[in-house]
């Protein structure tokens, strides 16, 4: 006998754009997406979030963008880049990430193949596509998220678009949404077409399994085009009112200071980059003074052996110090493991 179907748990919304004013709606003026300005993390609550996304839409509207479009997305991880890219599906039109390590041959390949004829650019990005642009693409229009000279930009949308409502895409949830293009380390890159349904079928299962929600903040580090990134630390925090702070890099001690900084609850990341960490936890723990080294040794050989005999975890009580030493504690974090005991 067979064993009975269990169907996917029903999104919220009918298409990706519709999470904007859902959630501004439902979380308001709690914190979305933030950067480190040097001095703290500031950036959009849900409400400015959907605000700046419909004055985007509005000047990509302006420039030409239409429903079916194809439009690249070539930038660092930025709060700007999640909205942008909300900003382009609002329009029906269909977003082509791009890793912005990519050079201007493989963006060049890329939106040609993806038929491209916009793309949304930052000032470190520019040159690439530019270059690709003038070299291969001359139809292709950029627009920037920063001011860059000739370009329509994010803070002229900002300017002249304030106040713009949520434009309907008039799609379907079985509609194109984004082509993502594979790495091609084994052959040429090759563009999966994901639904609007896919993706928030994607990120309602994702909510429904991740306890987080407007306490928690996520430090987002992968690259935001991969759709493991973008579907938790973007579209899963726009479903569930978690806010995303956009880490500055991959360097062990810079992301330590993230932790630390940004009050972090949730980290997603692959094993790599856990093992990289870890490391230099370790390599902290060796280069540290005998007393210290032999101390942190015997803590987690107990936190270990309890652990083996009873089932029970210790080391957040008994790691506390070089917990908080690795930014792995903070005031968040710790109402977190109250409600949430040995997440």
């Given at each position: 006998?067979?064993?009975?179907?269990?169907?996917?748990?029903a999104p919220v919304v009918r298409l990706l754009p519709q999470l904007v004013d859902n959630a501004?709606?439902?979380?308001?003026?709690?914190?979305?997406?933030?950067r480190w300005d040097g001095a703290e993390w500031s950036g959009y609550s849900f409400r400015q979030a959907a605000a700046a996304t419909h004055a985007f839409a509005a000047l990509l509207r302006r420039e030409g963008v239409k429903p079916g479009d194809r439009v690249g997305l070539q930038s660092e991880n930025r709060p700007e880049w999640g909205l942008a890219y909300m900003a382009v599906?609002?329009?029906?039109?269909?977003?082509?990430?791009?890793?912005?390590?990519?050079?201007?041959?493989?963006?060049?390949?890329?939106?040609?193949?993806?038929?491209?004829?916009?793309?949304v650019t930052s000032a470190r990005q520019h040159p690439v596509l530019a270059a690709v642009r003038d070299a291969r693409l001359p139809e292709l229009r950029l627009v920037g998220l920063d001011p860059?000279?000739?370009?329509?930009s994010?803070?002229?949308?900002?300017?002249?678009?304030?106040?713009?409502?949520?434009?309907e895409p008039g799609a379907q949830a079985h509609d194109l949404?984004?082509?993502?293009?594979?790495?091609?380390?084994?052959?040429?890159?090759?563009?999966?077409?994901?639904?609007?349904?896919n993706l928030l079928s994607n990120a309602e299962g994702v909510a429904r399994t991740i306890?987080?929600?407007p306490g928690d903040r996520m430090l987002s580090v992968l690259p935001m085009h991969h759709t493991f990134e973008c579907t938790i630390g973007f579209l899963c925090s726009l479903r569930t009112g978690a806010a995303?702070?956009?880490?500055r890099g991959l360097d062990s001690k810079q992301l330590r200071q993230d932790m630390r900084s940004s009050r972090a609850t949730i980290f997603v990341a692959v094993p790599l980059l856990y093992e990289k960490l870890l490391s230099a936890i370790h390599k902290r723990i060796a280069e540290a003074p005998l007393p210290s080294r032999l101390l942190v040794n015997t803590l987690l050989g107990v936190t270990k052996l309890v652990r083996l005999l009873t089932g029970v975890r210790i080391g957040g009580t008994l790691l506390r110090s070089l917990r908080a030493k690795a930014g792995l504690v903070n005031d968040l974090l710790e109402q977190r493991e109250s409600r949430c005991p040995g997440w």
């Amino acid at each position: 006998m067979s064993s009975p179907r269990h169907s996917a748990p029903a999104p919220v919304v009918r298409l990706l754009p519709q999470l904007v004013d859902n959630a501004a709606q439902q979380y308001g003026d709690t914190p979305f997406v933030l950067r480190w300005d040097g001095a703290e993390w500031s950036g959009y609550s849900f409400r400015q979030a959907a605000a700046a996304t419909h004055a985007f839409a509005a000047l990509l509207r302006r420039e030409g963008v239409k429903p079916g479009d194809r439009v690249g997305l070539q930038s660092e991880n930025r709060p700007e880049w999640g909205l942008a890219y909300m900003a382009v599906l609002e329009l029906g039109a269909v977003i082509v990430p791009l890793d912005a390590a990519l050079r201007e041959q493989e963006v060049g390949e890329i939106l040609a193949t993806a038929g491209a004829t916009f793309a949304v650019t930052s000032a470190r990005q520019h040159p690439v596509l530019a270059a690709v642009r003038d070299a291969r693409l001359p139809e292709l229009r950029l627009v920037g998220l920063d001011p860059i000279a000739g370009l329509p930009s994010w803070d002229e949308a900002q300017s002249a678009f304030a106040g713009a409502g949520a434009h309907e895409p008039g799609a379907q949830a079985h509609d194109l949404a984004v082509i993502i293009f594979t790495s091609g380390t084994t052959g040429q890159a090759k563009g999966v077409m994901l639904s609007h349904g896919n993706l928030l079928s994607n990120a309602e299962g994702v909510a429904r399994t991740i306890d987080c929600g407007p306490g928690d903040r996520m430090l987002s580090v992968l690259p935001m085009h991969h759709t493991f990134e973008c579907t938790i630390g973007f579209l899963c925090s726009l479903r569930t009112g978690a806010a995303v702070c956009s880490a500055r890099g991959l360097d062990s001690k810079q992301l330590r200071q993230d932790m630390r900084s940004s009050r972090a609850t949730i980290f997603v990341a692959v094993p790599l980059l856990y093992e990289k960490l870890l490391s230099a936890i370790h390599k902290r723990i060796a280069e540290a003074p005998l007393p210290s080294r032999l101390l942190v040794n015997t803590l987690l050989g107990v936190t270990k052996l309890v652990r083996l005999l009873t089932g029970v975890r210790i080391g957040g009580t008994l790691l506390r110090s070089l917990r908080a030493k690795a930014g792995l504690v903070n005031d968040l974090l710790e109402q977190r493991e109250s409600r949430c005991p040995g997440w």
